[in-house]
């Protein structure tokens, strides 16, 4: 299996200040065929599933702000947010959809 | 729009099965480019991708190696839904359940609810 593993476990940053989550997988996700990353990024909020911010390691959904930003390549991945928002307030998770098992990392958990 | 309406109880015995349905609306359990997926997540283990259902002229399957000899994941195209059984659980299956449509491309785009389901006597 491909294992994710993220880092910080946990990060507090001001309002308005960058939050940088990074996230390494143990085998390359990038499919040379199609020079895509298989990654995505996931917020989860208390009580809620996961929500999807970002396919293609830095494709944002529909609706997500600009503010979330995505990168890397291969194996070594990073979400930044550029200005922290309340509402940004969550617990991220990367996920690789390169081969089944798909896996996730641990989550990162993002105070204020 | 996508929506994924999880049902099935929230209390199973040690040893029994744990049986959860995900009904499906705005798309169809038998289309040719989705596929349907479980995932739970508990503190212990984090998310955890279980398996998968998915029609490609014909249906396949596909399971987590870990669970590969309790789990049956099933479609049911009359009602369009499609289902979870994990058989012998322990208090380890404890977890959040999630059913998810998977996008042609392979992330999980939409997500049901989700459903806490405790092992224990």
């Known amino acids: 299996d491909i294992v994710m593993t993220q880092s910080p476990d946990s990060l507090a940053v001001s309002l308005g200040e960058r939050a940088t989550i990074n996230c390494k997988s143990s085998?390359?996700?990038?499919?040379?065929?199609?020079?895509?990353?298989?990654l995505v990024w996931y917020q989860q909020k208390v009580g809620q599933p996961p929500k999807l911010l970002m396919h293609w390691a830095s494709t944002r959904e529909s609706g997500v702000p600009d503010r979330f930003s995505g990168s890397g390549s291969g194996t070594d991945f990073t979400l930044t947010i550029s200005s922290l928002q309340a509402e940004d307030v969550a617990v991220y998770y990367c996920?690789?959809?390169?081969?089944?098992?798909?896996?996730f990392g641990q989550g990162t958990k993002l105070e204020i | 729009q996508v929506q994924l309406q999880l049902s099935g109880p929230g209390l199973v015995k040690p040893s029994q099965t744990l049986s959860l349905t995900c009904a499906i609306s705005g798309d169809s359990v038998s289309s040719n480019s989705a596929s349907w997926n479980w995932i739970r997540h508990s503190p212990s283990r984090g998310l955890e991708w279980l398996g998968r259902t998915y029609y490609r002229s014909k249906w396949y399957n596909d399971y987590a190696l870990s669970m590969k000899s309790r789990i049956t994941i099933n479609p049911d195209t009359s009602k369009n839904q499609f289902s979870l059984q994990l058989n012998s659980v322990t208090p380890e299956d404890t977890a959040v359940y999630y059913c998810?449509?998977?996008?042609?491309?392979?992330?999980?785009?939409?997500w049901g609810q989700g459903t806490l389901v405790t092992v224990s006597s």
């Open positions: 085998q390359n996700i990038l499919y040379s065929s199609n020079n895509k990353n298989y």
């Open positions: 998810t449509r998977e996008h042609p491309t392979g992330y999980s785009d939409y």
């Open positions: 996920q690789q959809y390169h081969t089944t098992p798909y896996t």
